[in-house]
């Protein structure tokens, strides 16, 4: 193989003077919306393929003086890398450092550590997709809001009345984080560039209605209604992917039966109105078993193979997998399992975006910068001390940058024609 800066080399090569100067021009111009045109996104009318990250954390970091640095440390560690997608949340209900501490009740200085994550995000040219609520107890989500609504004396019986009782729907729809003039930038949220999308909840499931029906009218209601304050950013829903009752013959593809139980339904759910495009979330350490095995790799494969076809074939919308990685707590873990994982997920998008598929990217769970350890939960990757990890990211970006730039100089996008990047470009024999 070949460094990032090697291949970086070649393909400048490969183009002329005047290329390589509008490759360098484009860098410099103001950024613009994130958009979606058919089945992949698009900036200015061309492509954008992500290659990115989740830090959670970011919000409550920044909260605090003695850890604020960590957040632009990690924005210039990612965005050195080639990174430029963030998702973490923009939430953080009823617990320790709340943004929100009552609904609608608000603490202004944890507000003004979210307006600067989002504005040192801007300043490293990294956009953020902004998670709204969550469905675990962790920062609060689901069972937070739940709580709120048993102190207001409704007659609740478990978490997934959050999905169905119009007093917690209100809750959630008071959630202002869309208004929310930035303090830093003076920027509304709704009109900043820098946010990729909006996810409505990380990872939603109602256990207690497999049918999907009461998780679904919770989707159209809410995605019509960030569209209705937001029409100009991307929404998605932050699904796993789990196929559901009304695809029958894709269930036998979720990695366990329990996951067809949970509620939740890949195609249906995002055939919302107001849904923008797919998210898809990879675990097969925790789903399929914990022992590292070839096994791993090969549902991998599969899982995204079936959910990028899935997504040209019914939904006409990109597809992310914004959650993808390998615990080192898993039994028989070491770096070269996370290399291989990592690069069979970007070797796969490779392919479809390639073919102009659906493939749109990737976010890999997830990125710390030095010193913070202590938050790690097995899955964390620190980029300064992880070489091997660091440079196939970097080399991935590089691709993704370069496919992006040739596309924009020798066709009209939406055109699956061969680039002058031949198929070797793309994948490990380098």
């Excluded at 919306?33 to 200015?44: I, P």
């Excluded at 050195?80 to 998702?87: A, Y």
Aim: charge should be negative; aromatic fraction near 12%.
């Amino acid at each position: 193989m070949v460094s990032s800066q090697a291949l970086f080399l070649s393909v400048k090569a490969m183009m002329t003077s005047s290329q390589f100067e509008e490759m360098g021009q484009m860098e410099d111009e103001p950024w613009t919306l994130v958009q979606k045109n058919g089945n992949q996104f698009v900036v200015d009318d061309q492509p954008f393929y992500v290659n990115g990250f989740n830090t959670y954390w970011l919000m409550v970091f920044a909260v605090d003086a003695s850890t604020r640095g960590k957040v632009t440390e990690l924005f210039q560690q990612a965005s050195g890398v080639g990174m430029t997608v963030c998702r973490t949340w923009a939430f953080n209900d009823g617990q320790w450092r709340a943004l929100q501490k009552k609904p609608s009740v608000y603490d202004e200085d944890v507000f003004k550590a979210l307006d600067f994550v989002v504005s040192e995000a801007k300043r490293f040219k990294i956009r953020l997709i902004l998670s709204l609520t969550n469905n675990w107890d962790s920062y609060g989500g689901k069972p937070q809001y739940v709580r709120w609504g048993k102190e207001a004396g409704l007659n609740l019986t478990n978490d997934d009345d959050f999905f169905s009782h119009q007093t917690l729907r209100n809750y959630y729809k008071d959630h202002t984080v869309l208004n929310r003039v930035n303090t830093i930038t003076n920027m509304t949220y709704k009109d900043d560039p820098t946010i990729f999308a909006w996810e409505l909840i990380n990872e939603p499931r109602c256990p207690s209605d497999p049918s999907g029906d009461k998780l679904q009218e919770w989707i159209e209601e809410m995605a019509f209604y960030v569209k209705t304050i937001d029409p100009k950013h991307l929404v998605e829903i932050g699904l796993e992917g789990f196929y559901g009752p009304s695809t029958p013959n894709k269930v036998p593809s979720n990695p366990n039966t329990y996951c067809q139980q949970v509620g939740t339904d890949f195609i249906r759910n995002h055939q919302v109105l107001g849904v923008d495009f797919a998210s898809v979330h990879i675990y097969a350490d925790s789903w399929i078993s914990p022992p590292i095995s070839d096994a791993h790799i090969a549902f991998t494969k599969s899982w995204m193979q079936s959910h990028i076809d899935d997504a040209e074939k019914y939904l006409g919308m990109p597809v992310i997998f914004s959650e993808f990685g390998v615990s080192a707590k898993d039994p028989g873990y070491n770096t070269s399992c996370r290399d291989n994982l990592i690069s069979t997920v970007y070797n796969t998008l490779l392919d479809s975006a390639r073919k102009g598929g659906s493939g749109s990217g990737s976010l890999v769970w997830q990125v710390f910068p030095d010193g913070t350890e202590y938050m790690d939960d097995g899955y964390a990757i620190i980029l300064s001390k992880s070489p091997s990890t660091s440079n196939i990211i970097s080399r991935h970006s590089t691709r993704l940058t370069l496919f992006n730039s040739l596309c924009k100089w020798k066709c009209h996008w939406g055109c699956k024609k061969r680039h002058e990047l031949d198929e070797s470009h793309y994948h490990d024999e380098l």
